[in-house]
């Protein structure tokens, strides 16, 4: 599966910024996708994830409140709309997929085999 990520910008404080995540060559129809961010000299950590299948999504607490998910199963496309933004949340975004995934495993990066190209979002104070 090859995933395509994009939507990054520059954004002001409290500004909003969707990013949206394309899958192709493979559907998500029985993985575990989710979004991870990089911010320079950090881990990557999990800001993002559940079923593609279905079911409820999972968010960090550092996002939870400000950042929805939603899916075009038509398009096989996950979205990540990015409210209320903070310089803290400036980082490179990536999607991630694993078929089959198990599902306790969804906050570890390792877990996943198949990785968008990440897209920058940076916050300007």
């Known amino acids: 599966v090859q995933l395509q990520a994009s939507g990054g910008g520059l954004v002001q404080a409290g500004g909003s910024l969707t990013l949206s995540c394309a899958a192709s060559?493979?559907?998500?129809?029985?993985?575990?996708i989710a979004w991870f961010r990089q911010a320079p000299g950090k881990e990557r950590e999990f800001v993002a994830g559940g079923r593609w299948s279905g079911g409820s999504t999972v968010f960090a607490d550092s996002v939870k409140g400000r950042f929805t998910t939603s899916k075009d199963r038509a398009k096989s496309t996950l979205s990540l709309q990015m409210n209320s933004l903070r310089p803290e949340d400036t980082a490179v975004y990536y999607c991630?997929?694993?078929?089959?995934?198990?599902?306790?495993?969804?906050?570890?990066?390792?877990?996943?085999?198949?990785w968008g190209q990440g897209t920058l979002v940076t916050v300007s104070s």
């Open positions: 060559g493979r559907t998500f129809s029985d993985s575990l």
């Open positions: 991630a997929a694993q078929p089959r995934g198990i599902y306790s495993n969804l906050r570890i990066a390792s877990s996943y085999n198949y």
